[in-house]
């Protein structure tokens, strides 16, 4: 419920409003325990080994779709940047590797990121210089480095050698602290590169929602719970319903960014039928619209009556093995 929306009361909003809400929608973000574990474990990684001799390195991993991003975006926008005499101070600095890396290319990413208008100038060893001038200058106290798994080349499946050795060099020379996020093949630049491991020996990992045991369950219908709450709607949808939840985590497989997916397509279906509140219906139908290539056999389980969240997986799992 949330008193902010004003009620439809079966008026159909014009599409600048349907707009608005459904950005609304997607600016949710909910800190359940695990995801404000992890924030607080980079809050740790941050101030302990900022001015250390020998800063830590941190590496989280986690499958697409996860949260890794937002929960980095997050802990960056905590520590904005500011303007002091005339100079920009970052102490968070964010960036993604760029696709098929080289040296050039990763350390052109931090001097763009940086705000140095050359940044895409000079030599590689240059560029090195400049990155470390301006990190003192900027006066940055950690740097996070996403979509690691950009080290490997997309193709060959090999590690970039050389790009990953300019980010084992840089982590020596920075002495700030590092944290590096990507999918769970980035393991795969740590096996190769054992001098890089060392620097990154604390991993943590990033799993999706579960719902086998009681407390998982309850994490799960939490998470819900405090999304319906938010909703730009002023009736609450119950997503958080015992029954209700069990066919979203089915849905969804409890991966955040389908959870949002289909909350902000059924966002966008109830407005258009100027409801105030999400139905099952319009989840049912959301669900239809959203295209799972990966579970071809998916039944949609909304508006079942009969629905059984094990018995869903069964016969997913059954139908699987004809082909
Ligand atoms: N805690 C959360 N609360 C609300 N929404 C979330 C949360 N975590 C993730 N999401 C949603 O999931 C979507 C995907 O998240 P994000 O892009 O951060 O995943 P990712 O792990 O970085 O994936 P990829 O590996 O593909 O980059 C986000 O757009 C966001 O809407
Ligand atoms: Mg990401």
Same mark, same amino acid.
């Given at each position: ?12 909003? *014009? ?13 949710? #973000? ?25 800063? *830590? ?6 499958? =697409?779709?996860?949260? @890794? ?14 303007? #002091? *005499? ?56 950690? #740097? ?23 980010? @084992? ?33 604390? @991993? ?47 849905? =969804? ?22 409801? *105030? ?28 009556? @009969? ?17």
């Amino acid at each position: 419920m949330n008193e902010l929306f004003k009620p439809l009361k079966g008026k159909i909003p *014009d599409v600048k409003e349907i707009k608005k809400r459904k950005e609304h929608v997607k600016s949710i #973000i909910i800190q359940y325990p695990r995801y404000k574990k992890i924030l607080d474990k980079i809050e740790e990684h941050h101030q302990l080994s900022f001015g250390s001799v020998q800063p *830590d390195g941190l590496f989280i991993y986690g499958e =697409t779709g996860l949260g @890794k991003s937002t929960l980095l975006k997050e802990y960056e926008s905590k520590y904005p940047r500011k303007i #002091i *005499d005339g100079f920009t101070k970052i102490p968070i600095l964010y960036l993604t590797v760029p696709v098929g890396a080289t040296p050039k290319s990763v350390a052109s990413k931090i001097l763009l990121n940086m705000g140095d208008p050359n940044y895409d100038r000079g030599t590689e060893n240059n560029m090195t210089v400049r990155i470390l001038s301006f990190v003192e200058k900027c006066e940055v106290e950690m #740097i996070i480095v996403d979509e690691f798994q950009h080290l490997i080349d997309s193709e060959s499946k090999n590690v970039l050698n050389k790009a990953s050795n300019w980010v @084992k060099n840089l982590s020596n020379e920075v002495r700030i602290p590092i944290l590096v996020c990507g999918m769970p093949e980035s393991n795969k630049v740590f096996v190769y590169n054992e001098q890089l491991d060392r620097r990154f020996c604390e @991993k943590q990992s990033l799993q999706p929602f579960s719902y086998q045991s009681k407390e998982e369950e309850i994490e799960f219908r939490a998470f819900l719970n405090g999304l319906d709450k938010q909703l730009p709607f002023p009736e609450q949808a119950f997503l958080a319903d015992p029954v209700l939840a069990k066919k979203i985590f089915y849905a =969804t497989k409890g991966n955040p960014f389908y959870i949002k997916k289909l909350i902000e397509e059924s966002t966008v279906q109830a407005l258009k039928s100027g409801s *105030d509140l999400i139905s099952e219906d319009d989840l049912y139908i959301s669900f239809k619209s959203i295209s799972l290539s990966t579970r071809p056999f998916v039944i949609n389980p909304f508006n079942d009556e @009969k629905f059984n969240l094990i018995d869903a997986f069964e016969k997913e799992k059954r139908m699987k093995k004809y082909i």
